[in-house]
């Protein structure tokens, strides 16, 4: 399995409050995603970056911002949580630009009450 | 806008049966169509992908169909088995794209033994 550790793995947090999600990668690969899964919608790309310092807007990128520091850590930050973003959170990396072929890690479940 | 659309939603199937997914898309610039497997409490894992340029894949039990001129492509579990209850998302992606992947709504797949 592709070393990727997401964390906390399970958080439940109030309205209104900062979260911040963790992305831990030990394979050096250059691009890394953050997901959210939701019944319904699939996967849905929320930032995702191509090196360090370099980030882009996914589709759902709103209420969402992302930092890399290093290449192994990407950071998802809810600056003030609300329920619709109550999701499953999922970190992906991939070694080769587009090729289609991301390792994702085991998720983050949030729950913003 | 959903440029990957996903069906059925949801998926019966007995023991040694033939489960079949299908998968639309709307840019006609995709150029590589992965399908991704996803066990509950789990990361989704790639499957099997196709190029446009072949009209069918197979791997084992698996076979991805692709029709480019109905930009559709289905995948086929052959002889289907209890341990392939699992969620299955189709995606397309733009070969280069730092992106990388648009995700179908994904299929919810039970075999019952």
């Known amino acids: 399995d ?13 309205t209104g409050t900062p979260v911040t999600l963790r992305c831990h990668q030990t394979e050096n690969h250059r691009y890394m995603y953050w997901y959210r899964q939701d019944p319904g919608h699939g996967l849905r790309l929320i930032h995702y970056s191509y090196g360090v310092k370099d980030t882009d807007k996914g589709e759902v990128s709103d209420g969402y911002s992302v930092s890399r520091s290093k290449t192994e850590d990407f950071l998802l930050t809810l600056e003030s949580a609300t329920s619709s973003q109550t999701s499953v959170y999922f970190c992906a990396i991939s070694e080769i630009q587009g090729n289609g072929e991301l390792f994702f890690g085991e998720g983050s479940r949030l729950t913003v009450l | 806008q959903q440029q990957v659309k996903q069906s059925p939603q949801s998926l019966i199937v007995q023991k040694g049966g033939i489960s079949i997914i299908n998968c639309a898309y709307e ?39 692709f029709n480019k001129s109905a930009k559709q492509f289905s995948l086929h579990i052959m002889d289907s088995q ?31 033994p």
């Not at chain 2, 992965?34 to 791997?59: C, H, M, N, T």
């Not at chain 2, 992106?99 to 919810?108: D, I």
């Open chain 2, 82 to 112: 209890p341990g392939d209850s699992a969620t299955y998302f189709c995606a397309a992606t733009l070969s280069g794209s730092a992106r990388q992947l648009t995700f179908g709504s994904g299929t919810q797949l039970t075999v019952l």
């Open chain 2, 27 to 65: 840019n006609t610039a995709f150029d590589y169509f992965p399908w991704y497997q996803q066990f509950p409490g789990k990361g989704p894992a790639l499957l099997i992908a196709i190029r446009p340029d072949v009209s069918e894949k197979k791997e084992g039990r698996f076979t991805i169909s």
């Open chain 1, 2 to 14: 592709a070393g990727i550790t997401q964390s906390p793995r399970h958080k439940v947090t109030e």
